[in-house]
Structures are given as structure tokens and as C-alpha cells.
């Protein structure tokens, strides 16, 4: 019932609205916290356990590797490139790259505001969240998005994927459960 009527609302053209602001993302990872904590047989497990038991990924992972996938599809062609994503080849390892974010625009300088929006659009995100993938997978090419897909959930499922959300926060040691922030802190590790 959650996946046909609830996960299906709450994912519908997240490329476009994809929230930014942790408190945004915490109100719609609660949804699904709360969903789960009402199966039975999972009452007694805290969200995290929940999610491993039920071999789900959390609201914010699922969007993530939405935006990896539709960046990958875009940068090989599948779909239309409407974020005008750019791929290079930077030694052995692909990446989108973009150009920097302006300072100002026709001698005028851009508010602080606006450069936050610039680096939170759903391009910029689907560059840094590209770009954090290990190289094997970035270099994935000439292939069916399914493989694509099956080597992302492969990776995906070495990197934590655990919610600060509702005091789960002293458990986590990542700055956010972003894929960006989970994977610079396994490499710190």
C-alpha cells in the first residue's frame, strides 16, 4: 500500500522539487518512518534497522539515485539533456563538469541567496552526486540503464544509508545522509 499510494506522491517529478533544506527532507523522511513503525513484527526496531529489514532506502537516497541515474542517462544519450550536462574524460575518469557559479552577471554581483540556489539546483546536485561515484561505475558506458542501475545498488549498498531524522542523529556520524556527505565520510574513516 505505501509504495502504490504513498512513495509513489511523495517521488512524483522529484528531479524538479528535490528539497534541500534538511528540515524539508527530514518532514517527508518521516512519512516513511512513520509508515514502517506501523508493520507488524517491526514495531520494536528503530528506523535505520527498519530499513535494512525491509531492504527499502530511505525518501533522501531514493531521490539521490534517482538524480545519479537521470544524470547518467542524460550524459550518455538515453534521454533528452535538459540540465545540459557535460561529460569529460579527466585522466582515466569521466565526470560532469560544469562552469563555475558566477559572482556577478554583467557587472553586477549575485546575492549570496541566489548562488545557494545555483548550487542546490537539480543540475549541480546531479554533478556532485555523479562525481562522488567511484570511477567504475562513472566510466559505465554503451550499456542498458538496468546494468547501470544493478552496479549503482551494488555500490549503494556499502554506504550507510541512515536518516538523521527524530534523534537518530547521535547514531549517524556523517555530516547529512546524503550519498555526497555518506561516502566522504567512509573515506575518512
Excluded at 517491526?42 to 525518501?59: A, C, G, M, P
Excluded at 562513472?138 to 531524522?165: A, G, M, Q
Aim: charged share 30%; hydrophobic share 30%; aromatic share 8%.
Amino acid at each position: 500500500m505505501f509504495n502504490s499510494y504513498i512513495k509513489s506522491k511523495l517521488e512524483y517529478c522529484s528531479l524538479v522539487w528535490s528539497p534541500w533544506h534538511q528540515n524539508e527532507i527530514n518532514k517527508l523522511e518521516r512519512i516513511q518512518k512513520n509508515f514502517t513503525s506501523k508493520i507488524y513484527g517491526l514495531d520494536q526496531l528503530d528506523y535505520h534497522q527498519r530499513l535494512k529489514k525491509l531492504n527499502l532506502y530511505s525518501l533522501e537516497r531514493r531521490r539521490e539515485r534517482y538524480l545519479i541515474i537521470n544524470a547518467w542517462q542524460q550524459i550518455e544519450g538515453l534521454t533528452e539533456n535538459v540540465l545540459g550536462l557535460k561529460a569529460r574524460r579527466l585522466g582515466r575518469s569521466r565526470r560532469i563538469v560544469s562552469a563555475k557559479i558566477p559572482i556577478g552577471i554583467n557587472g553586477k554581483r549575485i546575492k549570496e541567496r541566489d548562488r545557494t540556489l545555483i548550487h542546490n539546483s537539480t543540475a549541480r546536485k546531479s554533478e556532485r552526486l555523479f562525481n562522488v561515484l567511484p570511477q567504475s561505475i562513472r566510466n559505465i558506458t554503451k550499456t542498458t540503464t538496468e546494468t547501470f542501475k544493478r552496479h549503482l545498488d551494488k555500490w549503494l549498498s556499502s554506504i550507510p544509508d541512515t536518516p538523521k531524522i527524530d534523534g537518530y542523529g547521535a547514531n549517524v556520524a556523517a555530516e547529512t545522509n546524503s550519498i555526497f556527505h555518506q561516502t566522504r565520510y567512509c573515506l575518512i574513516r
